[in-house]
């Protein structure tokens, strides 16, 4: 145990002096963004987004793995606070829940409202209708609910040089973190 303390220390400072002699030595490193205020950065130009959001999901008193598809189109590109970098996309997301006594499938239609903070971090809020269908062990249910729910998104442009974003999400009835692709 303390062989592998040492040697995770050991690795973070020879990372660390690489990390500083690159930078002496004036190795090009990921390109810097245009300096802009929180909260005004401009919005991105990507029309749709798709992602995988793998997750913790409850439908009535079971929890399971839920592994979320989503689909958004951005319908305003300046959206309700003209003061701030906001836009609003109207998403879709469904994908199968698993627990030990059944399966379902869960699925939701709803407004996400992005904030931009910065180039690198994306806040929202959701509200929409969401639901499931369960199979006969759970019950066979079909429910329709209101949704809402709040995340948050890393961009990952500078490190990666790809339109992607970790993404993740919290709502009454799913806890999920995933990845996302602009388009």
Request: with cysteine.
């Given at each position: ?93 469904g994908g199968p829940f698993t627990t030990s006594r059944g ?58 040089h790809l339109p992607l974003d970790f993404r993740a999400e ?14």
């Amino acid at each position: 145990m303390k062989t592998c303390r040492m040697k995770t220390r050991l690795m973070m400072v020879v990372a660390l002096l690489a990390t500083s002699i690159a930078h002496a030595q004036g190795v090009p490193t990921a390109p810097s963004l245009p300096l802009h205020d929180d909260w005004q950065w401009p919005a991105h130009t990507h029309a749709w987004t798709l992602g995988v959001l793998p997750g913790l999901a409850t439908i009535n008193d079971d929890t399971g793995f839920s592994l979320q598809f989503a689909a958004a189109y951005k319908m305003i590109d300046k959206g309700f606070a003209p003061d701030i970098s906001n836009q609003v996309f109207f998403e879709i997301e469904g994908g199968p829940f698993t627990t030990s006594r059944g399966s379902a499938f869960l699925y939701s239609a709803h407004l996400r409202w992005d904030f931009r903070l910065n180039g690198d971090w994306t806040f929202y809020a959701l509200g929409g209708l969401g639901g499931n269908k369960t199979s006969a062990a759970l019950g066979g249910d079909f429910q329709l609910l209101p949704r809402f729910g709040a995340g948050a998104m890393l961009s990952l442009d500078r490190q990666t040089h790809l339109p992607l974003d970790f993404r993740a999400e919290l709502s009454r009835e799913l806890v999920a973190f995933g990845v996302q692709f602009r388009l």
